[in-house]
């Protein structure tokens, strides 16, 4: 849906101004209007606006964050580091694009580390960046913001 309004408002806005002119027009304004109507309806179904919101408020803080963890975890591996720990995210919000626990108690699955050494997404960190174990703690500073390649 999220795809589909941001589709929809590009379209409505890539359209000609209308002319006034003959029934042909009036009808083709009245399609516009109810096309206008029906994407604006699309911002307001299912998720969609938490996800803008998520997308407004989240997006640049979640990008700086995963750079300066990646960074943090090359540099470990590169100098043979048995064990990094890491903060949890810090988000404004995370629900749809990004689920994470802290923000819903109903979400099934949690993009962040798992606190302590243990989880799925711990898992997978230690093998994608050969460090031997990813941990998280919620005491952990937070790690040096990085440039974006």
Not at 102 to 109: G, L, N, P, V
Request: proline share 9%; with cysteine.
């Amino acid at each position: 849906m999220l795809l589909l309004s941001t589709a929809g408002l590009g379209w409505l806005v890539g359209q000609p101004p209308l002319r006034s002119g003959g029934g042909g027009k009036a009808r083709q304004w009245q399609f516009r209007l109810l096309l206008v109507l029906l994407f604006m309806s699309a911002f307001g179904a299912g998720h969609v606006p938490e996800a803008w919101r998520e997308l407004v408020t989240s997006a640049a803080p979640f990008d700086a964050q995963m750079q300066a963890r990646f960074a943090a975890l090359r540099a470990a591996h590169s100098i043979g580091t048995v064990q990094v720990t890491l903060p949890p995210l810090r988000l404004r919000y995370g629900r749809v694009l990004a689920p994470l626990h802290q923000f819903s108690s109903d979400i099934e699955f949690d993009i962040d580390l798992t606190p302590g050494c243990a989880g799925t997404i711990n898992g997978v960190m230690e093998r994608y960046f050969e460090v031997p174990d990813v941990c998280c703690d919620a005491a952990a500073p937070p790690l040096p913001a990085t440039q974006s390649p």
